[in-house]
Structure formats: structure tokens, C-alpha cells
T-cell receptor, first 109, second 115 residues
Framework: RKEVEQDPGPFNVPEGATVAFNCTYS??????FFWYRQDCRKEPKLLMS???SGNEDGRFTAQLNRASQYISLLIRDSKLSDSATYLC??????????FGSGTRLSIRP | DTAVSQTPKYLVTQMGNDKSIKCEQN?????MYWYKQDSKKFLKIMFS???????INETVPNRFSPKSPDKAHLNLHINSLELGDSAVYFC??????????????FGPGTRLTVT
């Protein structure tokens, strides 16, 4: 089992839809969690950190469920420009940084 | 005013050659990283340096040797290149120690093709 797992997708949704995807992690010592966005042939860029209490940034909401060991990303009112690959990453106390393999999202007009 | 820069952007070379990739960050960050992203888009950490000290050294062949002359630079030297080394290599930096809650800033990547 991979330490960090994501559904590779692709998720193909219409503009304006709400889409959500999860990322599960196996190391219960994981302390910090982030969502990054990666466009085709570009570098990953931070989308948002994931806090224990959940956090929202505009149309994006990130949540952490420590009991079930997963983080989630919800995108409301999706835009064409949201089309990208979304990577989750988990940092553990052992100085391990593990990226998921990414979930591809495609927004259609 | 690029935050994290890498050179070269593209590198095509033959098997058996030795090559280097350079990385520089002007963010004043203490920690720098090298990642490899393979054809399946899986992003895997290779090394991490904090203030020129090696912090993370994942299981990579010893043909890969990072060098950090100062905390703003982390170069990657690869000896005896193999076909399987073909990938995109990303440099990144963060404010604090790897493993803590600091976001990473990535360079644009170096696309290495070994023929």
C-alpha cells in the first residue's frame, strides 16, 4: 500500500459544478498536510495548507480527518482554469515528505 | 525576480555521461530540496538540505550527489547517466526544516532525457 494515495482520475466535470477528492495517508505520525496544484509541464504550486479545524480559501475548502487518515479538497463553482492535477502532500515528524501521485481534474465548458 | 531558478531547463544527453543541474533560490529560505518526477507524474523527494547540511537522503543511487555551496544554492550532479534517469527534476525551497509545516516553492524543473 502506498503511503499517500489519491484517485488518479481524471475527474471530468462541467463548469460551475462542485467537485471533491480525497487523499488517504497511512502514516499516523503525519503532522502537516498541503494541497498543491500542478499544471501540465509546470512546477507544483501551493494551493492551500490543511489545518486540523479545516480551512477555506474562496471556492476551495480543505479538511483533515485524522481518525480516518485522509484529507479532502472541495472546489465549488469550478472554473475552466481549475483544470490541473492536484497533489496532496504529507509531512511526518521523521522528516519524511510524501507526495500523492495526483488527481487530474478537467473542467469542461 | 524568479524565486527558485534551475538551469538548464532541458538536458538531453547520452547514457554514461556525467551532468549537473543547478538550483538557486533568492527567498532567503533555509531548506532546499531535489525531487524527481517520472513519466507517471509521481513526485518523489531525493534530498533535502538545511543550511548546507544534509537532512533527507532518500534511497537514490549513489550516482546522484547533491552539493550545497551555500544555503541559497543546491546543485545536483549525476554520474554515469542511465535511461531510467530520464525524468523531470524539480528543485524546491522552504523557510524551515523539512518535515515541519512549511510550504515549498518549486523551481520550473529540468527535463532530463537520457538516450
Amino acid at each position: 500500500r502506498k503511503e499517500v494515495e489519491q484517485d488518479p482520475g481524471p475527474f471530468n466535470v462541467p463548469e460551475g459544478a462542485t467537485v471533491a477528492f480525497n487523499c488517504t495517508y497511512s502514516n499516523s505520525a503525519s503532522q502537516s498536510f498541503f494541497w498543491y496544484r500542478q499544471d501540465c509541464r509546470k512546477e507544483p504550486k501551493l494551493l492551500m495548507s490543511v489545518y486540523s479545524s479545516g480551512n477555506e480559501d474562496g471556492r476551495f475548502t480543505a479538511q483533515l480527518n485524522r481518525a480516518s487518515q485522509y484529507i479532502s479538497l472541495l472546489i465549488r463553482d469550478s472554473k475552466l482554469s481549475d483544470s490541473a492535477t492536484y497533489l496532496c502532500v504529507c509531512h511526518s515528524s521523521a522528516s519524511k515528505i510524501i507526495f500523492g501521485s495526483g488527481t487530474r481534474l478537467s473542467i469542461r465548458p | 525576480d524568479t524565486a527558485v531558478s534551475q538551469t538548464p531547463k532541458y538536458l538531453v544527453t547520452q547514457m554514461g555521461n556525467d551532468k549537473s543541474i543547478k538550483c538557486e533560490q533568492n527567498l532567503g529560505h533555509d531548506t532546499m530540496y531535489w525531487y524527481k518526477q517520472d513519466s507517471k507524474k509521481f513526485l518523489k523527494i531525493m534530498f533535502s538540505y538545511n543550511n548546507k547540511e544534509l537532512i533527507i537522503n532518500e534511497t537514490v543511487p549513489n550516482r546522484f550527489s547533491p552539493k550545497s555551496p551555500d544555503k541559497a544554492h543546491l546543485n545536483l550532479h549525476i554520474n554515469s547517466l542511465e535511461l531510467g534517469d530520464s525524468a523531470v527534476y524539480f528543485c524546491a525551497s522552504s523557510q524551515g526544516l523539512a518535515g515541519l509545516s512549511y510550504e515549498q516553492y518549486f523551481g520550473p524543473g529540468t527535463r532530463l532525457t537520457v538516450t
